[in-house]
C-alpha cells in the first residue's frame, strides 16, 4: 500500500482512567461521552457546521455580502443517517444568491466526503426568509 500526502491528521490518546486526548493540527481537544468534552458526535457536526460557515462566509464576500454568517447543524441518527445544516443570515440575498450559496454549500469538500454515507439537507434562512 501507498501512503499519499494525508489531507489531515489527528493523534487521539486515552488513558485508563481519563477522557481522549485529540491532538489536531497543534491543538488539543478532550473528547468524552461525559462532560469533560465534545463527543465524536458532536465534534462530526461541529466540523461540517465549521466547515459550511468557512464557505458561507468566502462565497459571501466574493459577492460583496459582508455579515455575520451563523450555521447550525445537527445530526438525525435516522433512518436514514441525516444532518440537517441551517445557514442563519442577518440580511436579505436575493432568490438567485440564495441558491448560489445553497449550491456552494453543497460542493464543500467535507460535504462531499459525507455525502455517500449520508443525506444532507440545507436550508439558508435569510432575513427571516428560508429557502430549502
Known amino acids: 500500500m501507498t501512503m499519499q500526502m494525508p489531507m489531515a491528521a489527528a493523534d487521539a490518546r486515552i488513558t485508563p482512567s ?15 461521552h461525559e462532560a469533560a468534552g465534545p463527543t465524536p458526535l458532536e465534534l462530526m457536526t461541529g466540523a461540517l ?3 459550511s460557515a468557512m464557505s458561507a462566509r468566502t462565497h459571501l464576500a466574493r459577492d460583496g455580502d459582508i455579515g455575520d454568517v451563523e450555521v447550525i447543524v445537527t445530526l438525525d441518527a435516522g433512518p436514514p443517517t ?3 445544516r441551517r445557514v442563519v443570515l442577518p440580511f436579505s ?3 438567485a444568491d440564495a441558491h448560489r450559496l445553497a449550491d456552494a454549500l453543497e460542493r464543500t469538500e467535507l460535504t462531499m466526503m459525507l455525502r ?4 444532507i439537507r440545507t436550508s439558508v434562512e435569510h432575513a427571516g ?4
Open 18 to 32: 481519563g477522557p481522549v486526548v485529540l491532538d489536531l493540527g497543534g491543538h488539543s481537544v478532550v473528547v468524552d
Open 49 to 51: 457546521a465549521a466547515c
Open 82 to 84: 441525516l444532518f440537517y
Open 93 to 95: 440575498l436575493s432568490t
Open 129 to 132: 426568509e428560508v429557502l430549502n
Open 116 to 119: 455517500p454515507s449520508f443525506q
